[in-house]
């Protein structure tokens, strides 16, 4: 049974314990919701509520209900609940799901808190794409990243950052590198963990978050970004940068693999240009190469195209 299921098993443990007044409500909440009789549901759930009967579907609907009539902090109260039902139970893509609504609801009234939810949808649908086998996920190193790290490119202290599941830091840590992985998805991070011990190799995986990489207390002497970067917009590349910048060693190296402008169509993450690059890394930076290569995925055997650049940093540490 789901967690979910659980839940709701709960509630009908608690119902069993209540009086049979106490049940109606959330059955008469439910039928009006269906016929989108938004004010007798918000009253008829809320309710149900105070009896602790809601399974999350209903709390979205509590959430739904307020909206429709206005009340956009019990509104947002609602759907946070779902949201924090769902995410507790396992449900990332329904987390996600909420988690946009809640954005939505933010935007109206304090945008920069409707960012951080958008922030956590993405999460969430990356994490989503984990319980299957993502495009991305090859299930061996990116050849452009295999073929520098056979030149023996890579040193010290090694961070894949947006690990995935692991390919990179596994890679680092079979030449006998002291390699990390950090990735925003615990399902990914409990896959690497996985490998890890299946192929015997020593390297620590943390659900992390990319902007927060000051917090490892770490620096690293190479960091590999294998289709991170490019998911991000231009706020945000800058914030990773910055976050980044603060977790390499001075004269230290940042591979960066993401798609290139050569990419054809719109689906998919950002298309990057040279210039992108060299702009986003001027400052603090410098870029000693980009070439040509391309991404492995699932879906085409021929690659995608993209960006292999190699970038060191020249600044001292922040402080330092
Ligand atoms: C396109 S996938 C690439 C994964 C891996 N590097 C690979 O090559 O297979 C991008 C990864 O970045 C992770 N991610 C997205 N935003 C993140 C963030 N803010 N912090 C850490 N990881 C993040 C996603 O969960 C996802 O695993």
Redesign the pocket.
Known sequence: MTREGEHGREAADHAGAVSRSEIEPLEAGRDAITRRAWRDAFDLLTQADASGLLEPHDLEALGEAAWWTGRLEDCIDARQRAYSAYVESGNSSRAAKVALTVAKDYYAIRASVGTSWL?RA??LL??AA?AGT?P???GRP?SAFLRLAESGALRGRVL??????G??ALMAAALGLEATG????RS?IALAGRKAEDRGLAARFMV????DLPALGVQFDTVL????FH??DNE?RAR?IRSLRAAVVPDGRYFLLCFSDQVPGDVG?RRVSEDEIRESFSDGWEVLSIEGTTMDANFTPTGIPAWLSAIVRTAPAEGG
């Not at 894949?160 to 599941?165: H, L, P, Q, R």
């Not at 970004?225 to 991170?228: A, F, N, Q, Y």
């Open positions: 922030n993405d999460r990356f994490d984990y993502p991305w996920d090859i990116q894949d950052v947006g690990c995935g599941t390919e990179h950090i990735d925003a998805s990914a992390w978050d990319a902007f970004d294998s289709g991170l998911v991000f945000d990773y993450p």
